[in-house]
T-cell receptor, first 114, second 115 residues
Framework: DGGITQSPKYLFRKEGQNVTLSCEQN?????MYWYRQDPGQGLRLIYY???????QKGDIAEGYSVSREKKESFPLTVTSAQKNPTAFYLC?????????????FGPGTRLTVL | AQKVTQAQTEISVVEKEDVTLDCVYE???????LFWYKQPPSGELVFLIR??????QNEISGRYSWNFQKSTSSFNFTITASQVVDSAVYFC????????????FGAGTQVVVTP
């Protein structure tokens, strides 16, 4: 089955710790994205990558970092610099021409900072 | 500035009623795409429809229908004869030429269908 997997589903972290969220896709998509969703709000773009070894900041990149060493993988690190990291994180992918191609989403990771 | 506005925060209906979700967008591009996604309680967003700016034909897919009107910058979504399984958050999103297709999401509308 083709799709996007995110792990873990729930993640708890202590303040001051970095944490990495996994995102893997087997859809052969070039582009991948990370979004943050807060209660009652829409999705906000954190980072996106159009191709391997290249990525760009989205609207709320501060306190986050990413890497794109493989086409299938786009991990997101939430660093201690992120002031309010508790949120629901969604990973997505699409064919490279992002304008008209729909994005496919993973099941999400719910991060709670204790 | 908000590029996609979904003014309805929550809509509650009884099963078999119709429900219409409003979406108003703002763009200067002549070429753009509009999307609707469904987010059930499980959290994963499910793609429902894509519409480009040059195609103003309304579309129907089963109990779902969409009304795209460029004159009012609106792309409304109607669920006919709603069912409990339609309970979810629905997002409207905009993709513009000058932003390489990054999706701008509205805040979402929570639909609650009760038996």
């Amino acid at each position: 089955d083709g799709g996007i997997t995110q792990s873990p589903k729930y993640l708890f972290r202590k303040e001051g710790q970095n944490v990495t969220l996994s995102c893997e896709q087997n859809l052969n998509h070039d582009a991948m994205y990370w979004y943050r969703q807060d209660p009652g709000q829409g999705l906000r773009l954190i980072y996106y990558s159009q191709i391997v070894n290249d990525f760009q900041k989205g609207d709320i990149a501060e306190g986050y970092s990413v890497s794109r060493e493989k086409k299938e993988s786009f991990p997101l690190t939430v660093t201690s610099a992120q002031k309010n990291p508790t949120a629901f994180y969604l990973c997505a992918s699409s064919h490279r021409e992002g304008l008209y191609n729909e994005q496919f989403f993973g099941p999400g990771t719910r991060l709670t900072v204790l | 500035a908000q590029k996609v506005t979904q003014a309805q925060t929550e809509i509650s209906v009884v099963e078999k009623e119709d429900v219409t979700l409003d979406c108003v967008y703002e763009t200067r591009d002549t070429t753009y795409y509009l999307f609707w996604y469904k987010q059930p309680p499980s959290g994963e967003l499910v793609f429902l429809i894509r519409r480009n700016s040059f195609d103003e034909q309304n579309e129907i897919s089963g109990r779902y229908s969409w009304n795209f009107q460029k004159s009012t910058s609106s792309f409304n979504f109607t669920i006919t004869a709603s069912q409990v399984v339609d309970s979810a958050v629905y997002f409207c999103a905009l993709s513009e030429t000058d932003s390489w297709g990054k999706l701008q999401f509205g805040a979402g509308t929570q639909v609650v269908v009760t038996p």
